[in-house]
């Protein structure tokens, strides 16, 4: 956990996307599927094009009848995906180098060992379940089609011309039919004229693959499509040709879906714990350096002040004392004054004395 | 009578208000129909292409533009560039309308609009990137609310909640930039998921560090691109200490964006030369990612480091526009020209004429709700009963992190 989080965290800050990818390859167990869940074995040296699993499936879900029936085999001139009301579609392949006619596939969903879909839907529609299926629960589908956008095998599609209640339709590899009991195998399967389909337990679906390539080692291209493609499907391919000239990516890797994104949302918890600090550290060295600059424009201030009052005072003291000084000197003027005038007066005084005493 | 209808009339009718009511006109057409006939009707989306013009523009370009809400508070209130402070107002609110609409333009393009608070209430996936972009979208439109909520209060001249929400300025900010630096690049993120269909030259594992690098950027080359704007059409209604800090404003924004944008320019680079991708820019492809390159990246940067150098004020809004430009056409080209990159042309996807009336409906309904209440409300001036205080109340505010911004 810690591991993976430091990682994660690398890679969403992007220093070490690469690290993460090749570390998470090496290290992390990825899930190998649920232990007896069940899946379909596809073999295309066997698929004759009939449309017949097409016809299947149509009627085993209720679908909505198509434009061309089933047994027109003209629509196959065109390369065709899934949509709204068909969950598999058959394709025909020519011009494969070294091989004289045609090779078919058949389409649908992969059900993914951990699907793309699931781990990309934000109410959590899609369930992968233990027998195998991948089914996708309408009551809580949002319809913001990132499961669309998430699927490599270009499977999910959409109700457009829904306003208000859009389905997004896929194969669900019949999981409702088989636990209600209404069948036993899938439609499609069951539909199937030549066993290209078979239906069992993955485990049991690989190892009949694995005998076949044994008893006819030249009519197979020695690789299960699926086994290990995207994590691992329940959904198998096995086929004559190189599956990337009937429609399959060779290209898609062995990484789950999920793990391509887990990196990026790892980093969630340490942004949220991070960040806060880190910019409330932000927030307090500015503000640090605010204080601090105030403050010592305000110690300057201070001192400048006191310097002024120092300044003041000595001139008031200087005053006082020059105005202390005047004063004692005007006193001492006056008293001089005073008693001058005093001996003056005494002088006067004698003088008269001595006048009337003659 | 009659004479004073017409006079009344005639007054309404300029041609903005045409313009305008044209639009409106239009856009509730498409609505009904879109409410009415599906998406089918109204848009050219396919089971191959479920994400359209309405995410490209409405959500992706949409939040990276609105992106200088949490860039202008950040740097006002964290990184403490206190001369920014009369940007902050206007850039929340253009964040929070921004955020709004990316909501409400949401509810055209998801099938079942009245379940979006599913994921956070019902039932939540959060193994996916998009569950983490709409939380954080959600939580940060209610903290954008929060944070305009002020002005408001001070247009009905209501005292007591607005300081109480002044006081928590720092944490909402912080809570802000969180939730964006997560939804900004999680919006990247959202394309991880599909490297197969994706062009190399887009598709990176550093997509989501692309994504909120690139956002910052776009963030305050907007609040640039939108103070022209406003300086043009709502000069009377701002005050002096907006107009003085408004050129410094600029300076110091595309100051900012020319350094993120020389920041995206390497990482960029270095991203494509550890995904060994060079060989690709020989191809038509790789014209095209370099004319994003070149010219929408490394071109702004030069030009906003020059404008800055020579103080050329109209180089830089130019500037400022040339970049939200090359954000949005980034914003495409991950979404629309990268996507799906494999299919044969005639499967691929151009937009309806009803999905870009929506679009400019939906950018319209901005505009007017903007003019609303930054003619009303103190968004370009400070309330004269209000003055100043903002300021000194958050330097007393205590130094303490909001619990909320620890519980995502
Ligand atoms: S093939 Fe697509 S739809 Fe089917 S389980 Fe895998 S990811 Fe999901
Ligand atoms: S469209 Fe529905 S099922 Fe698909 S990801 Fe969105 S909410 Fe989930
Ligand atoms: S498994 Fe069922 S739903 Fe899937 S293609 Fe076959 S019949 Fe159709």
Sequence with gaps: MQRRTFLGLLGAAGIGAAVTKTAQAASVQHFEGYPDSYGVLFDATRCIGCRSCEAGCNQINGLPAPHKPFDDLSVLAKKRRTDAK???????FDQIPGVAGAVFR???????????????????????????????DESVCVGCRYCMIACPFEIPTYEYNEPLTPRVMKCHMCHPHITSGKATVPGCVGACPTEALVYGKRTDLLAIARQRFAAFPDRYVNHIYGEREMGGTNWLYISGVPF????LREDLGVTPAPELTS????????????????????YAINKRRDKIAAEEKKQAVKEALAKAQAKAKEELDKALAKAEAEKKSAIEREVKKALEEAAKAQAEADKGQTEEGE | MSTLKTENLKQYLTPFNIVVGIIL??????????????LGAVTNLTDNYPWGLWISFDLLCGVALAAGGYTTSAACYVFGLKRFHSAVRPAILTAFLGYALVVFALHYDVGRPWRLPYPFFV???PTSVLFEVGLCVFLYLITLFIEWVPSALEWLGIRKPRDIIVKATLALTIFGVVLSTMHQSSLGA???????????????????????????AAGLSMVIFESTLSHHYMHDKMDETYLKEHDGVTYGFAKGAAMVLVLYFFIKVVGLTLDNNWSYLLTGYGAWYLLELLGFVALPAFLYAIAVREKKLTLIRWTAVLTVLGIVLNRFNVSLVAFNWHLPPEMRYFPRWHEFVVSIFVVTIGLLVFRFIASRMP??????????????ELEEHELKPHPQTWGH
């Design chain 1, 106 to 136: 058949k389409d649908q969903c992969q059900h993914c060992l951990e699907p793309a879909c699931a781990s990309a839907c934000f109410v959590a529609a899609f369930t992968k379940t233990p027998q195998g299926a991948v089914i996708w």
């Design chain 1, 244 to 247: 990337r000239y009937i429609g």
């Design chain 2, 25 to 38: 006109l239009l856009g509730g057409f498409v609505t009904i129909l879109r409410f009415t006939k599906g």
């Design chain 2, 190 to 216: 959202l394309f991880l998921i599909a490297p197969s269909k994706m062009h190399p030259l887009w598709y990176s594992s550093y997509i989501p560090l692309f994504f909120f690098v690139s956002s910052i």
């Design chain 2, 379 to 392: 968004i370009f001036y400070e309330h004269p009963d209000f003055k100043e205080h903002e300021a000194r």
């Design chain 1, 86 to 92: 068909t969950f598999t579609v058959v394709n025909r």
């Design chain 1, 263 to 282: 990196g990026a949302l790892a980093a969630v918890p340490i942004i949220s714990a991070a960040w806060p600090v880190l910019l409330t550290g932000i």
């Design chain 2, 123 to 125: 039932q939540s996936g």
